[in-house]
C-alpha cells in the first residue's frame, strides 16, 4: 500500500509583521491572490504527478496567514487535493485564521469550502498584551472570532503566547482559565521564544524585554499543564492539548514522522519516494518560488535523500516531544535503526533513574519531567 | 651602512614598569627618525601581536635601526630595543639587556617608581649598563616630575637631576631624548677584525622565512651566505639572510661589531636555537664564547590538553613553534586519567601562562584545557629518596612522603601608605613574613617573603584590588622550605577530576576546598542531571556541593518544516559534545579550571 499522505500548504502573507514572529511570512501593499493561489495549484498537480494517488491523511493551511486568502482559492485546492489523492473518511481540513474582523467574514466561507477545523491565533486575551505583542485583533475581536467558528466548525482550536514580558503566574492562570471557559477542544499554549533575527530578539539584546529565569519558565509550563488537565486538555506535545480524540492529526503526522508534502514558498515536506524518505524544501521568498513554479511547475529546490542516521535523530526529536513517545517497531521500520541502537544506553539508564523517560511496553515516552528537558535530553541520549 | 663606525652606533633598551610608555616612547623615536611614514605608523606599532594591542602591554622584547642626524653634525645609529615591563616577562628584559651598552629608564611622572622600575633598573645595573632616567607623561595635570625626581635618587639611588622631562604621547622633548643617547651612551666596543662573535638574543619563527635569529654582534663580521656555528653543540647553517629592523626587515651585506640585526639560516630545530649561545664562523672560529644568560626557570607549571583528542601532534608541533618565540617556556609529556594526553607546560608566571594558552588557541587554532596551576614542590620520600614535583596529580600517597617542601620568594611591593593596611593583611594571609618596611614619602615599600604557591593564583589581582590599582609588585625565587602541604582533590559525581586537584597548606585546605567547591558550582552550568562537586583530602571529604539539574530547556513549537533546522542543531550540539571533555557525564567548562582556582576575598 503506498504511504499515507498529510499535506501542508503555506500562504505567506499576512497584514503585519508580528515582532516576535520568524515563520515565512511577509507583508506586500496588494498580495498576488490570483497569482499565488494559481501558482499553488500548479505546485500541487505537479507534486500529485510524481507521487501517485496515495491516501490523504490531512490537509493544513497554515501560514503567514491562510484567513486572508479567497476561500473561493481555499475551495479550488481542497478539491484539487481531494481528487489527486484518496481522502480517508472525515479527513481533518484545517485552517490557521487571525481574529481580526475582516478574516472572521470569511469564515463561513471556508468551512463551504470543506474546511473542518480552525486554528486561531489568539495569543493573549488582554488588549494591552495583544497590542505589545504587535497584534492587529483585539480581545474582543478574537472572542467573537472564537463564538462565530465555534457555530460553523466542528473543531476548533486557538493559539495563545505566554511567559510574555512581565506576566507572572497569577495573571497567566487567570488568562488561561478563562481561555479554558471558551470551550475549545485543543489549544496550542506556547511559551514566547526570542527568535534570531526579530525584532523581540533586539529588544532583547538591549535588554528592553525580559523573559522570565529559567525555573519560573517552568513553574510557568508545569502550572499551565496542570490548569489544562483541570479542563480535560490533555498536553499530547510540549505545547499542545487536546481533549482526547480531538489531536490535531495533521501535526501528529509530523511528530510521528510521517510522510509529508509541503506546498508553497519554503515548505518543508518528508516523502518516500522509490522507497526512500527524501526531505524536500521549497524556495522561501514568495515571488521567486512563484515565478519558478510559473516555469518549471514546481518551487522545489532541494530533494535530499536522508541516511538511517539522519531519519532516527528526526524521528527521535520530533517523537519524544509526544506524550505517547516512540513505538520501538515504528522506529526500525521508519528508519533502518534498532531504537536501542540510536540512543546512548548509559544516559538512557540514567535518564529513566532521573524520571526523564520510561518505557511503556514497546514505547519509549519522555514524561512531563522530560519533555521540560527535552533539548538536553536528546542532546545527551541521542546518539 | 654595514660599516659604520663604532662611535657612530649606541645601542639601547628602554626599561620602565608596566605602562610608563615604553612602547609609546618607542614610536615618537622611529617617527622622529623617519622609520615609518605617517600612514605605516600605529599606536605602540611594536607591539605587534595581536594579543600585545588587545591587552595593551609588551609582551615580546622588540628592535629597531635608526638612524639619527645628530646636533653634533654626525648620524648615528641607534638600536632600540623596547621590553616588556610586566614581571612575568623579565626574562625577555635581561635578554635585550646584554645585547645593549645603555637604557633609558622610563618613570610615568604621575605615578613614581614602582616595583618592576626597581627590579629592571637593578638588571640594568647588574648589565653595567650606562642609564638614562626619563621622566614621562609630564602632560599630565597629576605629573610630579619633581617629586618623582627625588624618588628616583632616594628609591632606586641613581642621580636624576639630569633626567629628561618628556611626553611620549605628545612628542614633547623626544629630541631631548635622542641628543642623551648619542651624549650619554658609550659605544659599544669591538674589533671588526677578530673572530666573529655573536651573541644570540632572541628567535621566533616567522610563516614564511622559518626561524629568525636576533643577533648582537660583538666582534667580527656575520656575512651573508657565510657557514656559521653554534658554539654550544657545534652545529653549522648557512646564513640565508643578513639584516635590521627599521623596523620592517631590511637585508644587508653584513653585520660588524656593534650591531644589532637577524639572520635567517634555514635552522628547524628549537634545539639548534639556543636563546644566548655565541655564534662563530665556522671556518675562522672564535676560542671563547660569550658569556650567555641565566637559564630562565619556570615557577609555574600546568598541564594543556586538547579538547579534542586527535589536535595532540597539532599541539605538539604548535608549543614547538611558540617555543621557538618564547624560550622561557618549556613543555614536557604528559597523560592524564580524565584528560588523555597532553603537555605539562612551565612558565614565568600566571600572565606568562594565560599568554601561551591564548596564542596557542588564537595563532594555531588549538581548543585546549589548562589544568590548575601548581608550583614545583620538592618531595622526600620515606625511602631516602627526593623529587621534583610538577603536577599534583602525582603527589605520591601520605605514607611514602617523610616531608615536602615548597618554593619561596621575595615580594617587593610599593603602595600608597593609605593602602598599606590591607596590603600587609593580604600578605599576612598568605602566610608571609615581613622582611622590611621603609617609606619614601607617602609611598611605603614593604618586602614580604612568601610561598609562591599563595602568589601564583590571584595574589597579583587581589593585591590590585586591596589597593586600588596603586600597588606595584616584584619578586624573586627565594629557596625551598618545609611545609605541612596537602593534595586536594576534586570529585565530579563521584570521579576525581584529576586536572582540579591541587595543594594547599594544611592550616587553608579547608577553606581552599569551599571555596572552590562554590565556584565549580556557579561555573559549571546546570545541566541534564544534577551534579555533585566534592573536595577531599585523601578519602575524607572536606566540602561539597549540589548543582541541580537544570530545570527547563526545551523549544516550544516544532513542527514538519523545523525538522531539518532541529537536526542539525542538534547534530552541532553533538559534534560540540564530542569536542568537550566529560568527567562523570559532566562537561565542565574550559574556563573553570583556571576560575576555579582563584581565590575570593
Ligand atoms: N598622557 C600620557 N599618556 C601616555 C604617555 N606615554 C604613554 N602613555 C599612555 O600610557 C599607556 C601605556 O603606554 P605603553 O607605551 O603601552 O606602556 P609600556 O610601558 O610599553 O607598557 P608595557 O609594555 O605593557 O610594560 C598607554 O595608554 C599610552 O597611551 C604620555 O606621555 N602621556
Ligand atoms: C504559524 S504561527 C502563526 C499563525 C497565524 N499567522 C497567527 O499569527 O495567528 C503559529 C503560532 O506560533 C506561535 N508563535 C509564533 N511565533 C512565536 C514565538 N516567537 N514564540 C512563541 N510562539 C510563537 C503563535 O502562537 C502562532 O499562532
Ligand atoms: S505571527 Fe502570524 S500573523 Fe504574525 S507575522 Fe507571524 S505568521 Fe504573520
Ligand atoms: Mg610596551
Known sequence: MPEPLALYIHWPFCLAKCPYCDFNSHVRDVVPEARFAHALSRELAHEAARLGRRPLTSIFFGGGTPSLMAPDSVAALIEQATTLFDPVPDMEITLEANPTSVETGRLRGFREAGVNRVSLGIQALDGEALHRLGREHTAGEAIAALELARTLFPRISFDLIYARPGQAMAEWRAELDAALALVADHLSLYQ??????????????????????????????????TVAARHGLLGYEISNYARPGAESRH???????????GIGPGAHGRLTLDGRLHATRRHRAPEPWAERVERMGSGQTSETPLEPGERAREMLLMGLRLAEGIPAARFAARTGIALADAIDGDVLGDAIEAGYVAWHGDCLAATSEGRLRLDALLAALVL | MTDTPLSLIRNFSIIAHIDHGKSTLADRLIQTCGGLTEREMTNQVLDNMDIERERGITIKAQTVRLSYPAKDGKTYVLNLMDTPGHVDFAYEVSRSLAACEGSLLVVDASQGVEAQTLANVYQAIDAHHEIVPVLNKIDLPAAEPEQVRQQIEEVVGIPADDAIEISAKTGLNIIGVLEALVTRLPPPVGDADAP?????????????????????????????????RMMSNGATHTVEQVGVFSPAMRPLDDLGPGEIGYINAAIKTVADCNIGDTITDDRRPASQALPGFKASIPVVWCGLFPIDADDFEKLRESLGKLRLNDASFHFEAETSAALGFGYRCGFLGLLHLEIIQERLTREFNLDLIATAPSVVYRIHRTNGTEEELHNPADMPDGSLIESIEEPWIRATIMVPDEYLGPVLTLCNDRRGRQVDLTYVGTRAMAVYRLPLNEVVFDFYDRLKSVSRGYASFDYAMDGYEESDLVRISILVNLEPVDALSFIAHRSAAETRGRSICGKLKDLIPRQLFKIAIQAAIGGRVIARETIGALSKDVTAKCYGGDISRKRKLLDKQKEGKKRMRQFGKVEIPQTAFLAALKMDA
Open chain 2, 196 to 228: 666573529l662573535q655573536a651573541l644570540l638574543v632572541d628567535s621566533w619563527y616567522d610563516a614564511y622565512l622559518g626561524v629568525i635569529i636576533l643577533v648582537r654582534v660583538k666582534n667580527g663580521r656575520l656575512k651573508r651566505h657565510s657557514k656559521i
Open chain 1, 192 to 225: 514566547l521564544t526570542i527568535e534570531p533575527g526579530t525584532r523581540y530578539e533586539a529588544l532583547h539584546r538591549q535588554g528592553l524585554i525580559a523573559l522570565p529565569d529559567e525555573d519560573d519558565a517552568a513553574a510557568l509550563y508545569c502550572e499551565t499543564a
Open chain 1, 251 to 261: 501535526n501528529l503526522a509530523y511528530w510521528r514522522y510521517q510522510d509529508y508534502a
